[in-house]
């Protein structure tokens, strides 16, 4: 599975961005989804994982009730929409597959990254 994340940027406090994560290669629908960050000088975390249908959500307590994680099996996509954004929200992102969801960072396959970066 070959990951690209999208949709990163410099954004004000209390703003929102969508992060967009596109897959290729060996069926989407048949992995579960997780987003973590890392933040410079930091270890990458957790933020959020989906299930292969979409019905199984789970989220970091930091960003419960901000983001959302859904998916696209159609369109081979996985979002993350992330709202009131918070300075320490300021991270790359990656998105990553698994064939078992998890809310550690034990995913086979992960993309390159995306930027985020919250000013106050």
């Known amino acids: 599975v070959q990951l690209v994340e999208s949709g990163g940027g410099l954004v004000q406090a209390g703003t929102s961005l969508r992060l967009s994560c596109a897959a290729s290669?060996?069926?989407?629908?048949?992995?579960?989804m997780g987003w973590f960050r890392q933040a410079p000088g930091k270890e990458r975390e957790f933020v959020a994982a989906?299930?292969?249908?979409?019905?199984?959500?789970y989220y970091a307590d930091s960003v419960k009730g901000r983001f959302t994680i859904s998916r696209d099996n159609t369109g081979n996509t996985v979002y993350l929409q992330m709202n009131s954004l918070k300075p320490e929200d300021t991270a790359v992102y990656f998105c990553?597959?698994?064939?078992?969801?998890?809310?550690?960072?034990?995913?086979?396959?992960w993309g390159q990254g995306t930027q985020v970066t919250v000013s106050s």
């Open positions: 290669g060996r069926s989407f629908g048949h992995f579960a």
């Open positions: 989906i299930g292969w249908s979409g019905d199984s959500t």
């Open positions: 990553a597959a698994n064939q078992v969801l998890l809310t550690t960072s034990a995913y086979d396959y």
